[in-house]
Nanobody, 125 residues
Framework: VQLQASGGGLVQAGGSLRLSCAAS????????MGWFRQAPGKEREFVAT????????GYADSVKGRFTISKDNAKNMVYLQMNLLKPEDTALYYC???????????????????WGQGTQVTVSS
């Protein structure tokens, strides 16, 4: 399984960015996908998750109403639309995939089995 995240950048507070994650090697339709982020000196934290069908999503309270996770199964892509960005959203954002055999909570990094490299999001005030 390979995950490739892209779309990060520098944006002013109140602006928007869309992160993309290209997934390859997924052989089961039972995968759940997620986005996590990690700021310097902090632990990796949950941002958003979506099931394979795209009809079940979850968000961290800090991004609810501002971020939207979506999937395009035909293209094997996962997206994170980020609106009304705040300086506290600055972090390295990671795309992750969870297999059906993982029984951990998907609000924790331990609930995901595969990780892409991060893409940096910097929000200036």
């Amino acid at each position: 399984v390979q995950l490739q995240a892209s779309g990060g950048g520098l944006v002013q507070a109140g602006g928007s960015l869309r992160l993309s994650c290209a997934a390859s090697g997924l052989t089961s339709s039972t995968y759940r996908m997620g986005w996590f982020r990690q700021a310097p000196g902090k632990e990796r934290e949950f941002v958003a998750t979506v099931n394979w069908n795209g009809d079940n999503t979850g968000y961290a309270d800090s991004v609810k109403g501002r971020f939207t996770i979506s999937k395009d199964n035909a293209k094997n892509m996962v997206y994170l639309q980020m609106n009304l960005l705040k300086p506290e959203d600055t972090a390295l954002y990671y795309c992750a995939a969870r297999s059906a055999r993982n029984s951990g909570t998907y609000y924790s990094p331990r609930g995901f089995d595969y990780w892409g490299q991060g893409t940096q999001v910097t929000v200036s005030s």
